[in-house]
């Protein structure tokens, strides 16, 4: 897929606190359709999230590190589409697990295409993982329940460690 210009490279933002399987399964079926893929770590510096930017970078390489083509590296107070500048990616790529999802991620995707020419490409999530998300699981784990399966296996003992 490398065109005259270089690489093909996409960008896969979020905030990763922490990483779910769902995050995962988009990673992976990604890497598969760019030569280069990063997850990008994005965090304002000001708000304290459930793990330290070094612990997400850690939790998401150990979930990904088979995929020889997919890197990941974090980035504060800054807009997407600077980021896709920065890494030289011509795209950014969204998992989406339903119509709410959409509806938010749409607007976003038209003002990033208005402001950097960057196209927005949204993949659907696993049908299995559409109700996994990243608050939703530290949620479940402070009141005692089990995410077995829908994080990786480093994410599940990191929660219990950090939040019970």
Excluded: Q
């Amino acid at each position: 897929m490398t065109t005259a210009t270089g690489p093909r490279r996409c960008v896969c933002p979020g905030s990763y606190d922490p990483v779910t399987n769902g995050h995962v399964d988009v990673v992976e079926r990604v890497s598969g359709l760019f030569d280069e893929v990063v997850v990008a770590i994005l965090h304002n510096p000001a708000k304290r999230g459930a793990f330290t930017i070094d612990e997400r970078t850690e939790l998401i390489e150990a979930a990904i590190g088979h995929l020889p083509n997919v890197r990941v590296a974090a980035w504060a107070d800054t807009l997407v589409v600077d980021v896709c500048t920065e890494v030289g990616a011509s795209a950014l790529v969204k998992g989406l697990r339903g119509g709410t999802d959409f509806a938010y991620e749409l607007p976003m995707a038209h003002m990033n295409h208005h402001l950097s020419g960057v196209e927005t490409l949204f993949l659907a999530a696993d049908p299995a993982l559409t109700h996994v998300s990243s608050s939703l699981i530290k949620e479940v784990v402070r009141y005692g329940g089990d995410v077995t399966g829908l994080v990786p296996d480093a994410v599940v003992r990191a929660l219990h460690d950090r939040l019970g």
